[in-house]
């Protein structure tokens, strides 16, 4: 069965860490771009960061110095380390998979709360 499997999120107080992690299932992992999504109330999904298959990381210019991602291809794993988390990173955040011409996989979302 083919899925994504988020967690770890949960509530943590300004300035606090937290590490997502995805565990994925029924495809070649490491052939997959993986990359975070997060959607706030009110506002569109976008991008937090991604990795390639060779582990090349990019992030939304507002979580750079903050996030982390890796991946663990023996444990078909993905990670966001997320440091110095501030009310503006609540969120549902949603781990996806990308193989070549096959559709995006979605995980089924994690919250993250950032509140006092």
């Known amino acids: 069965q083919v899925q994504l499997v988020e967690s770890g999120g949960g509530l943590v107080q300004p300035g606090g860490s937290l590490r997502l992690s995805c565990a994925a299932s029924?495809?070649?992992?490491?052939?997959?771009?993986m990359s975070w999504y997060r959607q706030a109330p009110g506002k569109e999904r976008e991008l937090v960061a991604a990795i390639s298959r060779v582990s090349v990381t990019d992030y939304v210019d507002s979580v750079k110095g903050r996030f982390t991602i890796s991946r663990d291809n023996a444990k078909n794993t993905v990670y966001l380390q997320m440091n110095a988390l501030k009310a503006e990173d609540t969120a549902v955040y949603y781990c996806k998979g990308r193989l070549p011409f096959k559709p995006d996989l979605w995980g089924q979302g994690t919250q993250v709360t950032v509140s006092s």
């Open positions: 029924g495809f070649t992992f490491s052939s997959a771009v």
